[in-house]
């Protein structure tokens, strides 16, 4: 299909985590036809192009959000999202409350509905940009040439940590969306639900299993990591000590003291 670009919004840059000279910026770009468009592209640290790295329509879902939200200052843009992140996070779904949203954000409520329609708009918008903001982190932070587990571990964190700076709340978010069953939100997220996890297997099958000891069971030791992250980051937040350094830090310390109970020496 031909695309008829009408504006590009610049809606966030974030900097390669091994290769801090390159940088990539997220477009969002209003189309004439239905759904908007996207485009990552690829520059030097000169803001020199390099070449597009993915180039596809978001497809909402046929739920429409108003794009002069990008036009916002990126501060108010990012109160409005963290905002929403938490409120979803915390409670899903059916009980989270637009009152606390717009209450949190520090917005009328009917400028939430003028950018996002609906509460359902909202939900819809938050999963697709948390899924490609984190799927940007995880692909660009992870090489292909790296084989221990471990060290793909630690890559997978700290680019989840790099999201978390910005937005604190969109991991719980995303892991809360995953176990959604009010069938409206189910099927407005349903063709990206799965999207985080399917990357997250992808980099941990990079790893070399010959590593490890013949009593450990990859995939019961993986799963356990899992939990244990899970509820470190619970743990953080329950206690009102988030920050993402810390929690990162203490995740490497539980890494660095599985692996040496996992590999052959």
């Known amino acids: 299909m031909k695309r008829e670009y009408v504006q590009k919004k610049y809606v966030f840059i974030t ?8 940088f990539l910026k997220l477009v969002f ?24 790295i993915e ?25 409005m999202i963290n905002a929403s992140l938490k409120v979803f996070a915390n409670n899903g779904y059916k009980h989270a409350s637009t009152d606390d949203i717009v209450s949190e954000a520090g917005i009328s409520k009917g400028l939430l509905f003028h950018y996002f329609g609906s509460k359902l708009g909202l939900y819809t918008f938050l ?8 799927k940007l982190e995880l692909t660009t932070g992870v090489p292909s040439s ?12 700290f680019a989840k940590m790099q999201v978390l700076k910005n937005y604190p709340y969109m ?19 349903e063709r990206q639900r799965n999207i985080i996890t399917d990357i997250h297997a992808v980099l941990k099958n990079q790893a070399n299993r010959s590593r490890f000891v013949n009593e450990v069971s990859f995939e019961k030791m993986d799963a356990m990591l899992d939990y244990t992250i899970s509820g470190l980051m619970n743990a953080h937040f329950r206690d009102d000590s988030f ?18 109970i996992a590999y052959k020496k």
């Open 15 to 22: 900097h390669n985590i091994l290769y801090p000279e390159i």
């Open 29 to 52: 770009c209003q189309t004439l036809n239905p759904f908007p468009f996207y485009v990552i592209l690829k520059f030097d640290s000169q803001s020199q192009y390099i070449n597009n």
């Open 55 to 79: 180039d596809r329509y978001t497809g909402y879902t046929g739920i429409h959000m108003n794009e002069k939200f990008f036009d916002l200052k990126k501060e108010k843009q990012d109160r």
């Open 127 to 134: 999963h697709d940009y948390s899924v490609r903001f984190m």
């Open 146 to 157: 790296v084989d221990d587990y471990f060290e793909i571990r630690k890559l997978m964190e």
């Open 171 to 189: 991991q719980q978010f995303l892991e809360r969306c995953a176990y959604e069953n009010v069938s409206e939100a189910l099927m407005a997220i």
């Open 243 to 260: 920050h993402p350094e810390m929690l990162y830090e203490e995740i490497v310390s539980y890494l660095t003291m599985m692996k040496q």
